[in-house]
């Protein structure tokens, strides 16, 4: 049987504000990404997440991103691998704190934002996320973009990696995402959206925004959960994977 992951980026409110419906996705994922209070979120919302996590029995990862709250780690930062090695490092330990008072494990890193799609086309910086994960513990699992930099440093330096497919983004033919600010980076139609969730976890396959078929390997599929739409379309992926015999599945047991 075809197993996948289901994980999405959460605990990224701060404050007196609310993003996203933590409480409703949490029941559709089997791995969250949890935000370490430097592109979103506080101690109180990094404290509550894992509590719902473990409430539904979710795998926690770290999310980690630039310090950059007012662009919400979406700018490009100029950073050198060693300056980017301390940040992912200094993140995972913030959140690791939390995840041990619960007496739970850690089970990933994701990178979020730009510093996702900067190392995902620079090895020097997708080696210094891999490198600053390891250090901290080279039993945690590097979760990144399919076939990017990033999965090859990680499996490099002899990390676990996990190739990490969009439902809801429009790829390039380089396999590298579509740039939020270009036309046709975001995929709103439901039904193509799900369609190509199931190529790619069936057949390993996606369609690039050229109309190029590209390889692709679908390991953990990214879905969000941040307004009422996109809640029921996590639902319906979930549902739809199932019925196509694709079992549900942490990315450790």
């Known amino acids: 049987m075809l197993e996948v992951d289901l994980n999405s980026d959460l605990g990224e409110s701060f404050g007196a504000y609310t993003i996203g419906m933590d409480s409703e996705v949490l029941k559709y994922i089997s791995s969250a990404n949890i935000a370490c ?10 404290e509550k997440t894992v509590k719902l996590a473990k409430e ?9 991103g630039y310090p950059d709250l007012v662009a919400f780690g979406r700018r490009n930062v100029a950073v050198t691998p060693e300056e980017l090695k301390t940040y992912v490092k200094y ?13 739970l494990t850690l089970q990933h890193v994701k990178p979020h934002g730009a510093m996702y799609n900067m190392a995902g086309k620079d090895y020097s910086l997708a080696l210094a996320i891999a490198e600053g994960i390891k250090e901290v513990d080279d039993q945690l699992i590097f979760m990144a973009l399919a076939n990017s930099e990033m999965i090859k440093a990680g499996k490099d330096i002899g990390l ?29 139609d439901e039904e193509l959206a799900i369609k190509r969730v199931v190529r790619m976890v069936k057949e390993g396959k996606v369609t690039s925004v050229n109309g ?11 879905i969000h959960g941040d307004n009422p739409d996109a809640l029921a379309f996590a639902k319906k992926i979930k549902e739809t994977l199932e019925k196509e015999g694709v079992k549900i599945k942490s990315l450790v047991l």
């Open 37 to 46: 209070g430097w592109h979103a979120g506080d101690s109180m919302v990094m």
């Open 56 to 64: 539904n029995n979710v795998k926690i990862g770290a999310h980690p």
């Open 91 to 103: 993140q995972i330990g913030a959140l690791l704190a939390f995840v041990k008072a619960e007496g």
């Open 160 to 188: 676990k990696v996990c190739n990490e497919v969009f439902a809801d983004r429009a790829y390039n033919d380089d396999g590298s995402l579509v740039a939020r600010s270009l036309p046709g980076s975001m995929i709103y």
């Open 212 to 222: 190029t078929d590209i390889e692709i390997n679908a390991e953990s599929i990214c």
